[in-house]
């Protein structure tokens, strides 16, 4: 497959840092560590029109931001998602091009329209999955920005509505990230999210506790009130 070359604006492609990182990591899990550099080595190779986003040269924020999402993670999610990542690469495709291509349907559509036909085809059923966890989770992090609103100002814009050339929400970032896992992993993830909700847990504000204590926080609390 071709490498596409992306008109999106990847500088802000990460959540603003909340403060001064404490630590590179949150976890030394083997199969989180190997995930994050597969994303990282990924990261680095996609092309934006705009030229090298410097957040492609921040491994600390990086590392922080996707451990503090893979730390939540099951082990049987965390070896599915490492096998498409190693499935791609076989196939010369790179997921985070393609995670980046397809939030440009929202972001910039007269671009996404030149590339769509480059990227994999999405089953009418892996759609409506997306969907459905895409809805769950927008509403879980309006429930985060709802209780802590000063540690939400330094992420996303929540919903897709939102979504401009130069800035790509929650729920567009969610939706790109969703259409590249398998459908293996996509199962295990919605069967994760079901769980989640079933539980009365919130995925948004598990990541966003993650960060704030790799940050040096000592909860969410802690970090709201200081911020």
Do not use: H
Request: charged share 25%; proline share 2%; glycine share 6%.
């Amino acid at each position: 497959m071709s490498e596409i070359n992306l008109n999106s604006n990847l500088s802000s492609c990460m959540i603003t840092g909340v403060g001064n990182a404490a630590a590179a990591g949150t976890s030394d899990r083997d199969l989180v560590n190997e995930l994050v550099m597969l994303e990282w080595q990924a990261f680095d190779k996609v092309q934006n029109e705009g030229g090298r986003a410097s957040c492609q040269d921040d491994w600390d924020t990086f590392s922080i931001m996707r451990r503090a999402q893979y730390d939540t993670w099951t082990d049987e999610m965390l070896e599915s998602f490492i096998d498409d990542f190693y499935n791609a690469n076989e196939q010369g495709w790179n997921l985070i091009t393609e995670k980046y291509a397809r939030m440009e349907e929202s972001t910039a559509p007269a671009e996404y329209a030149k590339i769509k036909d480059s990227l994999p085809p999405v089953s009418e059923n892996k759609a409506a999955i997306v969907d459905q966890i895409a809805g769950i989770q927008v509403d879980w992090m309006e429930e985060f920005a709802a209780r802590y609103p000063k540690a939400a100002k330094n992420a996303r814009s929540i919903r897709s509505s939102s979504d401009t050339e130069y800035e790509t929400s929650y729920e567009t970032y969610l939706r790109g990230e969703l259409l590249t896992y398998s459908d293996k992993t996509l199962a295990l993830y919605g069967q994760f999210i079901v769980k989640l909700a079933g539980n009365g847990k919130n995925l948004a504000a598990m990541i966003m506790e993650n960060t704030a204590k790799a940050y040096g926080y000592a909860d969410l609390d802690d970090m709201e009130g200081k911020l």
